[in-house]
C-alpha cells in the first residue's frame, strides 16, 4: 500500500494507481524499485554479524548511559532550585529600586565603565561653555525608581517585542518584577514563570501564572535523542479582566438579514485579537495542525528565554548590553571549512 500510495502522489493518477494494485508481479517491482531509492547503506549493512552484535551491545550501553544523563540533570535542576534561593534577595532588592521602594545608597550606585573618564570630561567641558544661572536652572528630572524597566525590555528583544502591540503597552507599565519558581525536591520536573503587576485598572490580578511542565527521561522508543530535560506541557492562568479592558478580544460589528422578512440587523460580537497577553493561554490538544506545533514550540522557546536570559540578566537587556552580546554570538562569522560544510549539506 505504501508503495501505491507513493506511485499515486508521483504520477498524480489514482486509476494508474489502481491498476498497479490489480497486478501482484507490477506492485511488487514497484516496492522493490522504492526500496532502492530509499533504503540508504549504513555501516551496518556492511559488517559481520559478530561485529553487529558487539555494536548492539555498546547501543545498550548507550542507552543506559542516556539514562544515567537524565538523572545527572534531575540533579541539576536541585542545584538551580539550591541557588535560586541565594539569588532571590539580590531580585528583591532589584525590584525595589526598580519600583522606587527604596533608593539605592551613593556606594551602590557608583558604576566604573571604561569609557568613564571621557564621559567625565565631556561633561564637564559642556558645563564650562555654558553659563546658565543658578536661578533660572530647571529643577532635575527625578522619576520614581526606573519608570518602564520591564516593558524598555520588551520592546527591545525580538522574541518579546513580536508579541508585544500597541494595546499592551499601558498595562506593561505596572509590570513591577518577574520571579522563576522552581519545583519542589517531591514534585513533576517543572518551573513557574510570575508576573507581578501594581494594582492596575486592567485586572483584578496581582501576579500572572505560567508553568512549564518538564520531563528528563530517554523516550523509550528513541533514546539515542535525549538531550537533557524538554518542556513538555504548559499551564496558563485565568486573568480576571475589569469589563471592557480584556485587550486579548476585540468588538466587531456585523450585518446579519433576516431571510424571510429581509429585515436588516447589526449585530456585535467578540473575536480573539493578537496581544502579548495571549501567553497567558496556550494551546492546549493532543492532536494539533502544523501551525499550532509551531506556535507551541516557539512558546516553549519564550519560556526557557525568560528563565535562562531575561530574569537572571534583567538590567543588560534594559540597558542593550545583553543585546550586543546575543547579535556578536549570532553573527560570528564561519571558518573556511565550516562553510564548505554549510554548503554541502544545503547542495
Not at 493518477?13 to 532502492?36: I, K, T, Y
Not at 533514546?223 to 485587550?247: H, L, N, T
Not at 516553549?300 to 525568560?306: Q, R, T, V
Amino acid at each position: 500500500l505504501s508503495a501505491i500510495n507513493e506511485f499515486k502522489k508521483y504520477t498524480g493518477s489514482d486509476r494508474v494507481g489502481d491498476q498497479v494494485m490489480q497486478n501482484p508481479q507490477a506492485l511488487a517491482a514497484l516496492q522493490d524499485r522504492l526500496d532502492s531509492i530509499t533504503h540508504t547503506p549504513s555501516v551496518m549493512d556492511s559488517l559481520p554479524t559478530s561485529v553487529k552484535r558487539r555494536v548492539n551491545a555498546l547501543k545498550n550501553l548507550q542507552v543506559k548511559s542516556a539514562h544515567i544523563e537524565a538523572k545527572f540533570y534531575e540533579e541539576v535542576h536541585e542545584l538551580e532550585r539550591k541557588y535560586a534561593a541565594l539569588y532571590q534577595p539580590l531580585f528583591d532588592k532589584r525590584k525595589e529600586i526598580v519600583t522606587g521602594a527604596v533608593e539605592p545608597t551613593d556606594e551602590e550606585c557608583e558604576w566604573h565603565s571604561d569609557h568613564e573618564e571621557e564621559e567625565l570630561a565631556d561633561e564637564l567641558q559642556k558645563k564650562a561653555s555654558i553659563e546658565e544661572p543658578k536661578e533660572e536652572a530647571a529643577a532635575e528630572e527625578n522619576p520614581k525608581g526606573i519608570p518602564e524597566f520591564w516593558l524598555t525590555i520588551f520592546r527591545s528583544v525580538d522574541m518579546l517585542s513580536d508579541m508585544l502591540q500597541e494595546h499592551d503597552e499601558p498595562i506593561l507599565r505596572h509590570l513591577q518584577d518577574i520571579k522563576v519558581i522552581f519545583s519542589g525536591p517531591d514534585e513533576p520536573m517543572s518551573f513557574t514563570l510570575e508576573f507581578h503587576f501594581e494594582p492596575n485598572i486592567y485586572f483584578k490580578n496581582t501576579v500572572l501564572t505560567k508553568m512549564y511542565k518538564m520531563k528528563s527521561e530517554p523516550e523509550a522508543e528513541d533514546p539515542f535523542s535525549f538531550e537533557g530535560p524538554e518542556i513538555i506541557d504548559c499551564e496558563g492562568c485565568e486573568i480576571d479582566w475589569y469589563k471592557g479592558k480584556d485587550v486579548t478580544v476585540k468588538t466587531i460589528k456585523k450585518k446579519q438579514k433576516h431571510k424571510g422578512r429581509g429585515i436588516v440587523r447589526t449585530v456585535t460580537k467578540q473575536v480573539p485579537t493578537d496581544s502579548f497577553f495571549n501567553f497567558f493561554n496556550p494551546i492546549k490538544g493532543t492532536k494539533l495542525d502544523e501551525d499550532s506545533e509551531f506556535t507551541l514550540a516557539t512558546d516553549f522557546e519564550i519560556g526557557h528565554f525568560f528563565r535562562e536570559r531575561i530574569v537572571p540578566r534583567a538590567v543588560l537587556y534594559f540597558t542593550g548590553e545583553a543585546l550586543e552580546d546575543d547579535e556578536s554570538f549570532e553573527e560570528e562569522e564561519l571558518d573556511e571549512g565550516e562553510e564548505e560544510v554549510c554548503m554541502s549539506l544545503l547542495l
